[in-house]
Nanobody, 121 residues
Framework: QVQLVESWGGLVQAGGSLRLSCVIS????????MDWYSQAPGKERELVAA???????NYADSAKGRFTISRDDAKNTAFLQMNSLKPEDTAVYYC???????????????WGQGTQVTVSS
């Protein structure tokens, strides 16, 4: 079984920063992609940032220049550094990973439970 646990969401004033983390645990051979999605009330879940095992990154236009995604493969952990936060960044942020488990030949997609980020004006 693979579990993703997000941490360090919270309430912050506009212009402030948060650093989300996502620890991935389980019988894992490799993690190809780690990414973060956000889902605001009444809206669909959307990609915020992604990072591959080779270190390539991709960002939503709204996140470019403000957010930075990184990963620590030794700890199976993904991070999302969020700076210059805006009220419109308020959402539940979900960690997602594409994982190859030991003994299996296919990659599977896993999601965390989400962490709330609230940005006050």
């Amino acid at each position: 079984q693979v579990q993703l646990v997000e941490s360090w969401g919270g309430l912050v004033q506009a212009g402030g920063s948060l650093r989300l983390s996502c620890v991935i645990s389980g019988y894992i051979s490799s993690i190809t992609v780690m990414d973060w999605y956000s889902q605001a009330p009444g809206k669909e879940r959307e990609l915020v940032a992604a990072i591959t095992s080779g270190g390539s990154t991709n960002y939503a236009d709204s996140a470019k220049g403000r957010f930075t995604i990184s990963r620590d493969d030794a700890k199976n952990t993904a991070f999302l550094q969020m700076n210059s936060l805006k009220p419109e960044d308020t959402a539940v942020y979900y960690c997602h990973a594409v994982v190859l488990r030991y003994g299996l030949s296919h990659h599977y997609s896993y999601w965390g439970q989400g962490t709330q980020v609230t940005v006050s004006s």
